[in-house]
């Protein structure tokens, strides 16, 4: 299984607090790998310092063995990086429309993902409720070609029956189109493909690496 993206002996500090402690963390192609922890425990950091919001105190980022630690998020993004953080996902002024039609590229395909925000379309999303949002943000990847797709907390705010679809879509951007796929959760979610990866993280540090069976 081939490595699509890395953090090698990454720390990330904020302030007088270190959040990663040299780090390494390989994220392979085509595969859906979960990264662990409760609050605290450096998951939400780790998808930050692979996208680029927040700098590397040291430490690298490699993409495919190209060190690309100085490259701005947005350059990420341009070279096929998407990724969905737990808050302030969508652009809350604008209209679930102009969300889509901004961020996905490709309207139809989101709302075939989430049919919900087809009558919410005229709505400025900082009007839905969370659940709506969260779908909102989703359908981001959902509709794009990434090569890396990083979700913070996919499900937050959803329904039972939504989580169990959009954990199905996100596997299948894994399975189908072959993106490297990194979760962050505090609990390990039902309805995972078989062989998903697991890395737990506890203070910044890893205390498992394996597959989810194994942690179960």
Same mark, same amino acid.
């Given at each position: 299984?081939?490595?699509?993206?890395?953090?090698?002996?990454?720390?990330?500090?904020?302030?007088? /607090?270190?959040?990663?402690?040299?780090l390494?963390?390989p994220?392979?192609?085509?595969?859906?790998?979960?990264?662990?922890?409760?609050?605290?425990?450096?998951?939400?950091?780790?998808?930050?310092?692979?996208?680029?919001?927040v700098?590397?105190?040291?430490?690298?980022? #490699?993409?495919?063995?190209?060190?690309?630690?100085?490259?701005?998020?947005?350059?990420?993004a341009?070279?096929?990086?998407?990724?969905?953080?737990?808050?302030?996902?969508?652009?809350?002024t #604008?209209?679930?429309?102009?969300?889509?039609?901004?961020?996905?590229?490709?309207?139809?395909?989101? $709302?075939?993902?989430?049919?919900?925000l087809?009558?919410?379309?005229?709505?400025?999303?900082?009007?839905?409720?969370?659940?709506?949002?969260?779908? /909102?943000?989703?359908?981001?990847a959902?509709?794009?070609?990434?090569?890396?797709?990083?979700?913070?907390?996919?499900?937050?705010?959803?329904?039972?029956?939504?989580?169990?679809?959009?954990?199905?879509?996100?596997?299948?951007?894994?399975?189908?189109?072959?993106?490297?796929?990194?979760?962050?959760?505090?609990? $390990?979610?039902?309805?995972?493909?078989?062989?998903?990866?697991?890395?737990? #993280?506890?203070?910044?540090?890893?205390?498992f690496?394996?597959?989810?069976?194994?942690?179960?």
């Amino acid at each position: 299984m081939s490595v699509e993206i890395a953090l090698s002996a990454a720390r990330v500090r904020y302030g007088p /607090l270190e959040a990663l402690h040299g780090l390494d963390l390989p994220l392979p192609t085509g595969a859906v790998t979960v990264l662990l922890g409760r609050n605290g425990s450096g998951r939400t950091t780790a998808l930050r310092a692979l996208a680029g919001t927040v700098r590397l105190a040291s430490g690298r980022v #490699l993409w495919r063995g190209a060190d690309v630690t100085r490259l701005h998020a947005h350059d990420r993004a341009r070279r096929g990086l998407c990724f969905v953080p737990d808050l302030r996902a969508v652009y809350a002024t #604008l209209t679930v429309a102009e969300n889509l039609d901004l961020v996905t590229g490709d309207r139809a395909k989101a $709302l075939d993902a989430y049919p919900e925000l087809a009558p919410l379309l005229a709505r400025p999303a900082g009007t839905l409720s969370g659940g709506e949002r969260r779908m /909102l943000a989703l359908s981001r990847a959902v509709a794009s070609p990434a090569r890396v797709v990083l979700v913070d907390e996919p499900a937050l705010g959803m329904s039972p029956d939504v989580s169990s679809r959009t954990y199905r879509l996100l596997a299948a951007l894994a399975e189908e189109g072959g993106a490297a796929l990194v979760l962050a959760e505090q609990r $390990l979610p039902p309805g995972l493909p078989p062989g998903t990866l697991v890395h737990e #993280l506890r203070r910044g540090s890893l205390a498992f690496s394996g597959e989810a069976a194994e942690l179960r």
